[in-house]
């Protein structure tokens, strides 16, 4: 579980990471106030971030965003530190903690070409739900298409009769 502390690496991964201009919706330079809004998100009870270290430093993070229910989850992780097994670490504590509270399910958006993410989500039970073309403007007026995925955590209650 990430500290108010980890505000300012988790913020320089993500930065690193948009400025990559390809696997994560936020765009390079981040919004002012991140961190704020990292700190914001460790306090409130709705949500969580979880962050891995290598050799001592914070390399990547996820975030699970509870909203009814439905655990919205964002993850990524510096590029020299792909590969090796951070992210599976990451996505079991994120869809552990959505299970601990409740949550009947989780869902995330991945842009179709991120074969790496679609596979980690595959491999931990998520499918895909839908296909959102033209669905993100980004910041130089292009409309990139996005895979929504979800992956099911209560197959015990009732659907509708
Ligand atoms: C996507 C991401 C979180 C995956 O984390 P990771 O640490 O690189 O992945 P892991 O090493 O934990 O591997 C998990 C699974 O991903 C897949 N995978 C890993 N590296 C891969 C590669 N180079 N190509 C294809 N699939 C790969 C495999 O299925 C692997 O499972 P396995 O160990 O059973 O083979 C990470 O690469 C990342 O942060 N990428 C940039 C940001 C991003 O894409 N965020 C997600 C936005 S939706």
């Not at 998100?41 to 290598?54: N, R």
């Amino acid at each position: 579980m990430a500290e108010p502390g980890d505000a300012g690496a988790v913020e320089s991964v993500w930065a690193e990471v948009a400025a990559e201009g390809e696997w994560i919706g936020a765009e390079a330079p981040l919004r002012p106030g991140w961190g704020d809004r990292f700190r914001a998100a460790l306090a409130a009870p709705e949500s969580c971030w979880f962050v891995v270290e290598a050799g001592g430093r914070v390399v990547g993070g996820a975030f699970v965003q509870d909203e009814r229910g439905v655990g919205h989850l964002g993850m990524a992780i510096a590029g020299a530190h792909r590969g090796v097994g951070l992210g599976r670490l990451l996505l079991d504590a994120a869809v552990g903690w959505a299970r601990d509270r409740g949550c009947h399910k989780m869902t995330l958006e991945v842009w179709p070409h991120n074969l790496r993410a679609r596979r980690l989500y595959e491999s931990a039970g998520f499918a895909e739900e839908g296909y959102l073309r033209r669905h993100h403007r980004r910041r130089d007026g292009a409309l990139w298409d996005a895979v929504a995925m979800g992956l099911v955590l209560d197959d015990d209650s009732p659907g509708r009769p």
